[in-house]
């Protein structure tokens, strides 16, 4: 470690380039399906824009090949910018086409349809009247999926294939689509009916069957040691059963064989061998829509259409079900940090990602501000790339907020760039857009045990951080004694059991998957970065020592071992309860009770699931009014209005969101009747949108759960801020 004079010199940037800089930060932070197009003309920049992650363009000549391909990756990682560009490579192809399908819109836009709840016998149905909805809400969520693919096909095919079809068909588009559309209607109503009734006679006479049999199962427990995998939830029977049932009453409602052969005869009369679908959001859908879309349509698909359709599917890590798809005959491409990178030591992957980061970044500042990149940053600094890296962990999202921070915290004010700069513009990335998670958590509509769940893991994170902060004084093992200063102790390892448990906070950034390594005894074990703005906030060192050999193993040294730690956490945080009796199991017991299919062995009728609790602040979230508790898309609308501090469009609040400004203007309607928001006309007759008084009360006056809780003696090791900037060791190898 060596400290450096900070730099204040001052600098004169042209408007222009100024102006530039903040259109390339905010061309990386777009949300979704954001087209990036010059301003000006309107022309397409993707081909322009687009950078792949790996030499070569690797990663979409993956996505290109003719299968079926996951693309999995974090928010922000650049998905839907890849499908944009494969979309336009498969423009330039005669013999292929593709429609895109942003399913998490679709879904949220699913509407149930009344008529025909009208039109059911209810004392007569199996199904109650709750799960005909629900049934009634999928299939609409289907009607709209294959509706939008076709609508797609429609304008494309007269854009570009008209000429082709016209030499073997005389009629209209409307025409060429007859049979493909009078299959759909059939979905609507009447077939709907047919099968629903005859699931009812099924059923009847199934429940005859079961009344006979009752009280023949048993359970009991084998003995088992201690589980490490007890962070994995127990599901129970009775849901698969539910979501079975859904899905085989739609695949009997749509008749996908016969719209898959009118699809491919009227797509073959245009030439076209080979349909792509590009599925975006995939993970963002509920559990049981996942399964009931998967189950129902993708699956069937892509396993009936003998390679004429593939499907392009996005996806979260760890967020993802497969159902009857054969996974030997799928790709993944992972956008992630390790997954892309890890293939050489810790060195060569935080080289290649530094790399990544360095081409993104020069290609948008060539393109918005007409001059390199090394027009903003201070000379002779230390590799800003590196430290940009550390900062946003490669994800582009991530770097377009911190390079807008940069500009209104350093640029606009005639400064160039430098480490401190990104530091506190990591920060403040932290603070504004992850660290609020746990806070407007507290008031998420769901049951207690799962908001009980999200602030377990908060309970997690403040004793990793403790941990962490701990460490910073400690001598006590050799690798310790060698380094000078305050030692690097932002990243830590734990046993690969225990990986799932991590899931959420790195899919909500406050930590990341860095690299899998073997520790001192032998065992693989994963290797985890805490946040880099989260290490600014709480005085931890990032990266690790260089100038010793012994320090290529520094990241799985023992004082970094924190698997006994999760381990504590899990033992004191989880337990097994049934749904029926509310009997009580250890997690000792979860691996006998999934071999029973999770059925209470006390009362054998209930089901045990799996439950989260979160000691530390169950007294704040049973404090917390019921009628409080709104759902995610509310949630985010006051957090977003709150932090802007001024009235916003349903366009703006959506881009913060990753939604769509419908569904923002629809929840925004709601919040206004309740008197959380102020839905107004500006001068243009434009609605927009503000926190009402109320709102602010509420819910962001009371600032005693924001940030980590963590020990008052852990925060007075605080060391006093240097007027000097520190600038970290780190690897060059």
């Known amino acids: 470690m060596f400290l450096r004079k900070r730099s204040f010199r001052t600098m004169k940037l042209s408007s222009e380039q100024l102006n530039g800089f ?48 996951f693309l999995i990756g974090r928010k922000g990682t650049g998905k839907s910018t890849i499908f944009q560009k494969a979309q336009a ?23 149930v349809d009344t008529s025909v709840l009208d039109k059911l016998p209810g004392d007569s149905l199996v199904m109650s009247q709750k799960s005909i909805e629900k049934l009634l809400l999928y299939r609409g969520f289907l009607i709209a999926v294959m509706t939008g693919i076709r609508d797609q096909l429609k ?61 023949s199962v048993g359970a009991g427990f084998k003995p088992s040691g201690p589980s490490l995998s007890a962070g994995l939830s127990g599901t129970s029977e009775s849901s698969a059963e539910g979501e079975r049932e859904f899905s085989e009453i739609l695949l009997k409602t749509f008749n996908l064989k016969q719209l898959l052969v009118a699809l491919k005869q009227l797509l073959e009369r245009a030439g076209i061998r080979h349909l792509y679908i590009f599925v975006d959001d995939f993970s963002e859908l509920p559990e049981e829509a996942m399964k009931i879309v998967v189950d129902t349509l993708i699956g069937p698909l892509n396993n009936w259409s003998e390679e004429f359709i593939k499907f392009k599917i996005a996806a979260y890590p760890g967020r993802i079900y497969y159902g009857q ?31 990544f980061v360095q081409r993104l970044v020069t290609s948008r500042i060539n393109k918005f501000c007409g001059c390199p990149p090394e027009e903003f940053f201070e000379p002779h600094t230390e590799d800003p790339w590196r430290t940009l890296f550390f900062a946003s962990m490669g994800n582009p999202r991530t770097l377009g907020y911190l390079l807008f921070f940069l500009y209104e915290s350093t640029l606009i004010y005639g400064k160039k ?44 994170l403040e004793k990793i951080v403790s ?74 060192e990032f990266g690790r020592p260089t100038g010793q050999r012994e320090f290529r193993l520094y990241f799985v040294e023992r004082p970094f071992d924190y698997s006994t730690l999760v381990k504590g956490h899990i033992e004191a945080n989880q337990e097994i309860v049934c749904d029926n009796c509310g009997a009580l199991f250890g997690m000792d017991k979860l691996a006998s009770l999934k071999e029973y299919g999770m059925l209470c062995p006390k009362c054998r009728k209930g089901s045990c699931a799996v439950t989260n609790l979160s000691r530390k602040y169950e007294a704040t979230l049973r404090a917390v009014d019921q009628h409080l508790l709104l759902r995610p898309t509310e949630l985010g609308i006051l957090r977003t209005l709150n932090f802007e501090k001024k009235a916003l469009y349903a366009g703006a609040i959506a881009g913060e969101l990753d939604c769509s400004y419908q569904l923002v203007g629809r929840r925004a309607k709601n919040l206004a009747e309740q008197g959380l928001v102020n839905r107004d006309r500006n001068a243009d007759n434009r609605r927009e949108f503000s926190l009402t008084k109320e709102a602010q009360d509420v819910y962001f006056s009371d600032k005693t ?18 007027v000097e900037e520190t600038i970290a060791d780190t690897p060059s190898s």
């Open 22 to 69: 903040a259109t390339a930060a905010q061309s990386l932070k777009l949300y979704r399906r954001a087209e990036l197009v010059d301003e000006q003309s309107g022309a397409q920049l993707i081909d322009e824009l687009y950078v792949d992650p790996l030499p070569e363009n690797a990663v979409l000549t993956a996505i290109l090949k003719p299968n079926t391909t």
């Open 155 to 215: 304008r494309k095919l007269r854009e570009s294939f008209w000429a082709k079809l016209k030499e073997s068909f005389t009629g209209t588009i409307e025409e060429l689509f007859e049979d493909f559309d009078g299959l759909l209607e059939e979905a609507h109503s009447e077939k709907f009916m047919t099968v629903l009734a005859a699931k009812t006679v099924a059923g009847k006479d199934r429940s005859k069957e079961t009344r006979k049999s009752e009280g």
């Open 467 to 540: 941990r962490a902060r701990e460490l910073r004084t400690r001598r006590d093992s050799q690798v310790m004694k060698d380094i000078s200063g305050r030692p690097p102790t932002s990243h830590f390892h734990v046993v690969r059991e225990f990986e799932p448990i991590f899931t959420t906070l790195e899919l909500n950034f406050f930590l990341s998957k860095y690299f899998e390594m073997s520790d001192r005894e032998g065992r693989k074990v994963v290797v985890y970065a805490l946040n880099y703005g989260l290490c600014q906030k709480y005085t931890i």
């Open 89 to 111: 490579e498969i423009r330039q192809r005669g013999a292929s086409i593709s429609t895109y399908v942003d399913i998490k819109t679709t879904f949220e836009e699913s509407q």
């Open 705 to 722: 759960d924001a940030g980590l809780q963590l020990p008052e003696g852990d925060i007075s090791q605080d060391l006093p801020n240097k």
């Open 417 to 460: 760039i430098g480490a401190r700069a990104i530091r506190d513009a990591s920060q403040r990335f932290y603070e504004e857009k992850l660290e609020p998670y746990f806070e407007m958590n507290k008031f998420l509509h769901e049951s207690f045990s799962e908001r009980a769940s999200i602030f377990s893991l908060k309970e997690l």
């Open 325 to 355: 798809i054969d996974k030997t005959k799928v790709d993944e491409t992972y956008l992630d940090l390790f997954q892309l990178y890890g293939s050489g030591d810790v060195g060569s992957m935080e080289s290649k990602a530094a790399d």
